[in-house]
């Protein structure tokens, strides 16, 4: 055999040293010591059945944190980009109707997704930083006739949280299943999948629940599952096929469980100590929690001159905070100026909300008002010491 003509990087001679930061963007967030601690256990076989007791135990939790009693509960492998796609691969097949409310990035990444696999997509579009009524979105389902209308709870790309009560009803009323993602709102603002109708449910591990990136919990009601399993074609992603998640996760009520994907140990070990923190301080706590901080923050960059890019109150994320970007500045020099100084992230806008904002991100055990008062010291001396053009 010849000898390896590609030596060994001398990058990977070094050690890798990472800096602590104070993750204050739309995500992720900073990890808490228990859960990474959580993360270091030992690495055993994923069908084993302390794995599939943990698997267990994190089904519960996501039942807990949805509020929702469907058995069809589990943990995508991978990001809210992975849920997204599992929603939608799942639930649509080419030719079929689905239509998706924009107002921010996450709408337009979902109608390009159910594009992808050969759905006829329709969309109904709010400016950035706006919502939509429940009498738009009926005429919309009533003239498109969708199968699947997919809307953003939390959009993090705006900092818009939607109203969720009486769409389920619409929904259903036209034989259409709801799609929600919670990525960015799920334990820091009310939502309830059962009560308020939804079909399908997803949100990631790295916002509010502070684990890792890397799993992404998912729900599909009753309704949602007999859509799902009566398909006349195959999902387009083996991986993300929702009969072989459902076995694997113990959710389908077979005796035994095959082999579909190596599910990510560690992963699991962070997400499950990660709703257990949750469980702990309890739902409604988180969001009171949330509200007050986001309220108080809200109350301080107005307090400097700072305007705040949702003009509805009641429309704002907890979450993440839309700050229109003060005027005369390059909003890429402020966010690079409190990085470098005060080793701290924010970030400006995404997609449809690029140059049009700052986005500030507390949540979980980053939502404190300590936390807001760095924020807040922070953003002062970056308009002090960040050139000001003349506007």
Not at 30 to 47: D, K, S, T
Not at 78 to 90: D, K, L, P, V
Not at 287 to 306: C, D, I, P, T
Request: with cysteine; aromatic share 8%.
């Amino acid at each position: 055999m010849s000898s390896a003509s590609v030596p060994p990087p001398k990058c990977l001679r070094k050690p890798f040293v990472v800096p602590h930061r104070h993750m204050f963007g739309p995500g992720p967030s900073n990890v808490p010591p228990r859960i990474l601690e959580a993360g270091a256990n030992p690495v055993i076989g994923h069908m084993h059945p302390e794995i599939f007791q943990i698997m267990s135990d994190i089904k519960s939790g996501i039942q807990y944190i949805f509020q929702t009693h469907n058995n069809m509960t589990l943990a995508v492998s991978g990001t809210g980009h992975t849920a997204m796609e599992c929603a939608i691969f799942n639930a649509v097949e080419p030719g079929e109707s689905v239509l998706t409310a924009v107002n921010g990035i996450w709408g337009e990444r979902a109608a390009e997704m159910a594009e992808r696999i050969g759905a006829r997509v329709n969309t109904i579009v709010a400016p950035p930083g706006g919502c939509f009524t429940n009498e738009e979105i009926e005429q919309a389902l009533s003239k498109h006739r969708p199968v699947l209308f997919f809307l953003t709870h939390g959009e993090s790309s705006t900092g818009v949280l939607h109203p969720l009560d009486g769409i389920g009803d619409l929904c259903h009323k036209h034989n259409c299943l709801f799609l929600v993602d919670s990525v960015a709102s799920m334990g820091g603002a009310p939502l309830y999948m059962d009560k308020q109708g939804i079909d399908i449910l997803y949100t990631g591990s790295q916002k509010v629940l502070n684990a890792p990136p890397g799993t992404a919990p998912i729900s599909f009601s009753e309704r949602a599952c007999q859509k799902v399993f009566n398909r006349k074609t195959k999902p387009v992603s083996f991986f993300l096929d929702l009969s072989w998640l459902a076995n694997y996760w113990g959710c389908d009520g077979k005796p035994s469980r095959l082999y579909h994907h190596t599910g990510p140990i560690s992963a699991f070990y962070s997400l499950r100590e990660s709703l257990c923190i949750l469980a702990e301080e309890g739902l409604e706590n988180s969001w009171e929690r949330h509200g007050k901080v986001a309220q108080y923050f809200h109350n301080g960059l107005e307090s400097m001159g700072l305007k705040l890019f949702v003009k509805e109150k009641n429309a704002r994320l907890p979450t993440v905070t839309t700050i229109v970007a003060p005027p005369g500045y390059d909003w890429k020099e402020i966010t690079t100026y409190i990085m470098k100084t005060h080793n701290l992230e924010i970030s400006g806008g995404l997609g449809p909300s690029v140059g049009l904002v700052l986005r500030v991100g507390l949540m979980g055990c980053n939502s404190s008002k300590a936390n807001v008062d760095m924020v807040l010291g922070a953003l002062k001396d970056a308009l002090k010491h960040c050139h000001k053009s003349r506007v």
